[in-house]
């Protein structure tokens, strides 16, 4: 068979695309063709009568280039033309600690809560206790673009006076046996969209790291990257911010 196929119906017509994606490729042309990084679009409805849309079909095609990375919606300024995502390496093969002399998060707060039973699970404590939890974030050119809470069970064990980097401190004092990570998708809760200067619902990546020493769990990262200015790498390389 040739390099290109067509998918075809059993009655051997190609199935026509849907509505909202013959706006999303007509959507595509004007923004290449007509914008720039950064400029804001017109209104929902100066969009719909332009393309002879329904305002329904127009928010279906927006939402899937807000998925692609090619525009973002933001409280108070309307939807703009994307920047390229930024690339961001999240490789189980390099194995460090968090809070190592190049990690490029922010320490921005530490708590005592209970912990999320899938969390509580993973760590083999008690759902019920309180556990460490540091809070970083991650910025790119000034804007947010990932929140993180690290779940952690360092040595000694944490009380109310325990400092974020001293939890830091205490998880790189442990010998690294190894970490592995798992990504999906997802949809922004209240907390996240705040954090990360979004609309609630808006697309996002869940980043779930698990750090092992000694043969067994004792810190978990659930990170929270924006997809539509992020792209995650798993290359042999130093966790980096670089523009794709």
């Known amino acids: 068979m040739g390099a290109t196929q067509r998918v075809v119906s059993r009655r051997g017509a190609p199935p026509a695309e849907p509505k909202h994606w013959q706006l999303r490729n007509a959507l595509t042309d004007a923004l290449d063709a007509e914008f720039s990084v950064g400029q804001v679009l017109p209104d929902e409805r100066t969009l719909a009568a332009r393309f ?94 990932a929140m993180e809470r690290l779940y952690a069970l360092p040595t000694p064990p944490a009380d109310e006076t325990t400092t974020a980097d001293e939890l830091l401190a205490a998880l790189r004092r442990q010998p690294l046996e190894g970490q592995d990570r798992a990504v999906e998708l997802g949809s922004a809760d209240a907390e996240q969209a705040r954090g990360l200067d979004r609309l609630p619902g808006a697309p996002v990546l869940l980043v779930t790291t698990r750090y ?30 670089t523009p794709s």
């Open 52 to 145: 002879g849309v329904a305002r329904a079909t127009l928010r279906q095609a927006l939402d899937q280039l807000e998925l692609e990375g090619r525009l973002q919606r933001r409280r108070g300024v309307g939807t703009t033309v994307a920047p390229p995502r930024v690339g961001v390496d999240v490789s189980p093969a390099r194995q460090t600690w968090p809070g190592a002399e190049d990690d490029p998060w922010t320490v921005t707060g530490r708590a005592l809560v209970p912990p999320p039973p899938a969390v509580a699970h993973a760590l083999g404590v008690d759902p019920a206790g309180p556990l460490p939890v540091v809070l970083r974030d991650l910025v790119a050119d000034g804007q947010p673009v």
């Open 212 to 241: 092992t020493t000694a043969g067994r769990v004792v810190a978990l990262s659930r990170a929270t990257y924006r997809a539509d200015t992020c792209r995650l790498t798993f290359g042999d390389q130093p966790l980096a911010l």
